[in-house]
């Protein structure tokens, strides 16, 4: 299985900021990654795909690079929606697997 | 727009089965561009996929359920269902349906969650 190791677990921000947060997994898997966004009591929503690509309807704040093992998600001014736990994905092999999970907290 | 909706009962015995059923909505369980996907969350932990299923009927599950998983397709009712045999407290999570696009692995539509509890 891929293993999937996000940091920090946690942090803290103030509206505005510039969040960055990184996922590395156990071998490398080119680009398969993918981010997720979740709210207390709702489902994981998709944020971003193929480690750079947005949906639509993402807002363009959210950006993801990386490739190979190394991956990354930054978050451009903070807004107060953005408060959440975000995830990472790997889509290269089954099992999929997710890192453990980054809580945005509100400094 | 595509909805998933699960169902099923909100608590289960220890080493009973589990089933969940998710209705899907605004899209077809037949399309051979999506898969079906469980996922799971126990409570104020992290994600864990439980499987996949396509139209085709080819399935895949995660290794860690130690083949207590089945997925299937109901064509007619648009459904999608799971069970989970001999559960135990660990299997205590909020599970989700999602939509899965072939081309590309991802989840692109969740349903909104269904706590189930192992409990005598």
């Known amino acids: 299985d891929i293993q999937m190791t996000q940091s920090p677990s946690s942090l803290s921000a103030s509206v505005g900021d510039r969040v960055t947060i990184t996922c590395r997994a156990s071998?490398?898997?080119?680009?398969?990654l993918n981010w997720y966004q979740q709210k207390p009591g709702k489902a994981p929503k998709l944020l971003i795909y193929?480690?750079?690509s947005l949906p639509s309807g993402v807002p363009s704040r959210f950006s993801g690079s990386g490739s190979g093992t190394d991956f990354t998600l930054t978050i451009s001014g903070l807004q107060p929606e953005d408060f959440a736990t975000y995830y990472c994905?790997?889509?290269?092999?089954?099992?999929?697997?997710f890192g453990q999970g980054t809580k945005v907290e509100i400094k | 727009q595509v909805q998933l909706r699960e169902s099923g009962p909100g608590v289960v015995k220890p080493s009973q089965t589990l089933s969940l059923t998710c209705t899907v909505s605004?899209?077809?369980?037949?399309?051979?561009?999506?898969?079906w996907s469980w996922i799971r969350q126990p409570p104020g932990k992290g994600l864990e996929w439980i499987g996949d299923?396509?139209?085709?009927?080819?399935?895949d599950y995660n290794p860690s359920l130690k083949s207590r998983g089945t997925l299937s397709l109901d064509t007619s009712r648009n459904q999608v269902s799971l069970k989970v045999t001999s559960v135990t407290a660990a299997d205590t999570a909020i599970y989700f349906c999602?939509?899965?696009?072939?081309?590309?692995?991802?989840?692109?539509?969740w349903g909104q969650g269904i706590l189930v509890t192992v409990s005598s």
């Open positions: 071998q490398t898997m080119t680009i398969y």
């Open positions: 994905q790997q889509s290269y092999s089954t099992p999929w697997t």
């Open positions: 299923i396509y139209y085709s009927g080819t399935t």
């Open positions: 605004g899209g077809s369980v037949s399309s051979g561009d999506h898969f």
């Open positions: 999602a939509r899965g696009i072939s081309s590309w692995p991802l989840f692109d539509y």
């Open positions: 193929s480690a750079t």
